[in-house]
């Protein structure tokens, strides 16, 4: 039998010496392929017996997989000095650019997405992604809002060529996610939204909201409050007090703005809220029949709550950030002050 120390040895010059892929490869079939001397040599162990047998096949294993790891490094190896010189010879990279440029920042909005998934995961709700461009149908018509009628012109937005739009508000994917659960629906999606804005330091033209639905038997105003008030509570990191006043969408009914006590003057009166003590954070209200109806729900037997939440706004007003066109500036100086907590 072959002596396996001078077959090694054999090995590692050949392996030294390959400076290409290639070359590499060649080596490897050399000794692992089919017909490779590692192959031959455990192919050689059947006109062996006993102890002899085995003695041999366990040598010529370790062998086996010193190769196999040899290979490996080499590869690693070539593979890292054709990077370095495809990286030097390329103009357009600077290999004498410091590496450790930091660790990135996580964008507030971001993080204030993250945290109310937690939460809203907590309580049993399920997260849910849409699109960003949405049929017409989606983002009116199947939320009760008919062509011509004047609550589109609130939501202006993009239309494409083909007809569809960039949806507008988060309520364009209820019909989607209300088909998808029925009756049994407990699910929130953020999503980015577009309108026509004229843009100052509280309209943005891409600004990002946080819808929430739960359909049930039963479902009531009661369960909406509760719900928005454990999650203000827990974002605010405090007992948040909350007021409903009348407020008109179409796809709610009743609907409702929902306003907190400022959590800055606790209800006093002070700049952030203007005076009042409160400030308007949230519309929702009781699902519209017409929409449960829309995505084939029973509205005789179901009903539920929606709302939607604007993301970019609880992100201003928990991290006090007065410009809302920051948020979209790549500015790193503004948005790398968020670390991840
Ligand atoms: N989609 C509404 C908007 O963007 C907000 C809303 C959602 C209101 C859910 C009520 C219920 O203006």
Known sequence: MLNIEELSRRFREELAAAQETEELEKVR???????????????????LNGDEKREAGQRINTFKQEVQAFIQKRSAELEAARQEARLKNDPRYDISMPVDLGQGTLHPITLVQRELEEIFKSMGFTIEDYKEIVTE????????????????????????????????????????????????????FPGRCFRNEALDASHENTFFQMEGIMVGEDISISNLIYFMKTMLSEVFGKPITVRLRPGFFPFVEPGFEL?????????????????????????????????????GIDSEKYSG?????????????????????????????????????
Not at 29 to 47: D, Q, R, W
Request: proline share 3%.
């Open 259 to 295: 306003d907190i006590q400022c959590h800055v003057c606790g209800g006093t009166g002070c700049p952030t809220c203007k005076q009042s003590g409160w400030i308007e954070l949230c519309p929702c209200g009781m699902i519209h029949p017409n929409v449960l109806e829309m995505a």
């Open 29 to 47: 079939i050399a000794y692992l392929g089919k017909k490779g001397s590692v192959t031959e040599l455990l192919k050689g162990l059947k006109n």
């Open 305 to 341: 709550f929606a709302f939607g939440l604007g993301l970019t706004r609880l992100a201003m007003m928990k991290y006090g950030i007065k410009d809302i066109r920051m948020l979209n500036s790549g500015s790193l100086k503004a948005l790398e002050q968020f670390k991840v907590r």
């Open 137 to 188: 149908y989606e983002c009116f018509e199947a939320v009760n809002i008919p062509k011509y009628h004047p609550a589109r012109d609130m939501q202006d937005t993009y239309y494409l060529e083909n007809g569809q739009v960039l949806k507008t508000h988060t309520s364009a994917a209820q019909n989607a996610i209300l088909r998808k659960y029925g009756a049994n629906t407990r699910a929130i």
